[in-house]
């Protein structure tokens, strides 16, 4: 019997169409699935970023030093990462403060109003505000946002902290964020 005397046959006919149906069916839950896993868990319409940053020294005059903070945005996704806002901070670590050290000592004796991180005294902070579509990062570069502090020259020790607001994220609070400590006294 010709292949297409087996076709002609009305059975055959209904065992393809049934089949195809399976076939359709089948190729439905596997796009699905996949489409779950790539979207889905994989989260490919969130950004996700990974930031670093550096702290340079430079003395200025009149006991002035110039601190000049590289905060580096990689965009670690498959989807483009827009910047809205963020900031960067620098906070005194050394030499204490009077009120720091009496902060300290209340914090060593009392274990119910320990936060935990310090909180440092602040220098200088600023922020950043960008126009929509202004600063962008494509999958898989990187971008460079530069934060320039003056403080005065016997700061020996300080906190630098950067975060930028996921734009993605509009009535929450998340973004990325990172912090370092910087040793002054050995300036680079």
């Given at each position: 019997?010709?292949?297409?005397?087996?076709?002609?046959?009305?059975?055959?006919?209904?065992?393809?169409?049934?089949?195809q149906?399976?076939?359709?069916?089948?190729?439905?839950?596997?796009?699905?699935a996949?489409?779950?896993?790539?979207?889905?868990?994989?989260?490919?319409k969130?950004?996700?970023?990974?930031?670093?940053?550096?702290?340079?020294?430079?003395?200025?005059?009149?006991?002035?030093?110039?601190?000049?903070?590289?905060?580096?945005?990689?965009?670690?996704s498959?989807?483009?990462?827009?910047?809205?806002?963020?900031?960067?901070?620098?906070?005194?670590?050394?030499?204490?403060?009077?009120?720091?050290?009496?902060?300290?000592?209340?914090?060593?004796?009392?274990?119910?109003?320990?936060?935990?991180?310090?909180?440092?005294?602040l220098?200088e902070?600023?922020k950043?505000?960008?126009?929509k579509?202004?600063?962008?990062?494509?999958?898989?570069?990187?971008?460079?946002?530069?934060?320039?502090?003056?403080?005065?020259?016997?700061v020996q020790?300080v906190?630098l902290?950067?975060?930028?607001?996921?734009?993605?994220?509009?009535k929450?609070?998340?973004?990325?964020?990172?912090?370092?400590?910087?040793?002054?006294?050995?300036?680079?």
């Amino acid at each position: 019997m010709s292949f297409f005397a087996w076709l002609s046959d009305e059975g055959n006919i209904s065992m393809l169409q049934w089949l195809q149906g399976v076939v359709t069916i089948v190729a439905i839950a596997v796009g699905g699935a996949w489409a779950y896993l790539l979207f889905v868990r994989r989260r490919q319409k969130y950004p996700r970023a990974n930031l670093t940053q550096d702290l340079r020294c430079y003395p200025l005059r009149d006991n002035k030093l110039l601190l000049r903070a590289t905060v580096r945005i990689c965009n670690e996704s498959e989807v483009l990462l827009s910047l809205a806002s963020g900031l960067s901070r620098v906070q005194q670590v050394l030499p204490c403060t009077e009120d720091l050290v009496a902060s300290l000592a209340k914090r060593i004796h009392d274990d119910d109003a320990c936060e935990p991180e310090v909180e440092w005294p602040l220098l200088e902070e600023w922020k950043v505000a960008f126009k929509k579509g202004e600063r962008e990062i494509e999958p898989g570069e990187s971008d460079e946002l530069h934060f320039d502090f003056v403080v005065d020259s016997d700061v020996q020790v300080v906190v630098l902290y950067s975060y930028l607001k996921n734009v993605r994220k509009r009535k929450r609070e998340i973004g990325w964020n990172v912090t370092s400590i910087y040793d002054l006294r050995s300036r680079s």
